[in-house]
């Protein structure tokens, strides 16, 4: 089973696994607290689930691609939604700054 690690903590989850799920599920701070209130529910139309993510995953969807080039997001930042990515291996996440998770260091 892939390995997700965020901040201290580390879960292992099925191959495949949706990462905005096995993150919520895990109870870990995926969302700001603004962004808990706006999120879209996983339709990767928010962008409030940016992450920075490295490992083996699923390629970036359409409605990604489109979502991360608009702002506050730019394209080209390297960021992914969590709500569209598949947990295809081991993999380490980073939220960002920002409502949007947008604000790499």
């Known amino acids: 089973m892939p390995k997700v690690r965020f901040g201290d903590a580390e879960i292992e989850c099925p191959e495949g696994a949706n990462l905005r799920v096995v993150l919520l599920r895990a109870r870990l701070p995926l969302y700001s607290r603004v962004a808990e209130a706006i999120h879209c529910r996983g339709r990767g139309i928010c962008g409030t689930c940016a ?33 569209q ?21």
């Open 85 to 105: 990515v598949s947990v295809l291996g081991d993999i380490e996440v980073t939220k960002h700054r920002g409502i949007w998770g947008q604000r790499v260091e």
């Open 51 to 83: 992450v920075e993510v490295d490992g083996l995953v699923s390629d970036p969807t359409a409605a990604e691609q489109r979502r991360l080039g608009l702002p506050p997001h730019r394209a080209g930042s390297g960021l992914r939604l969590a709500c």
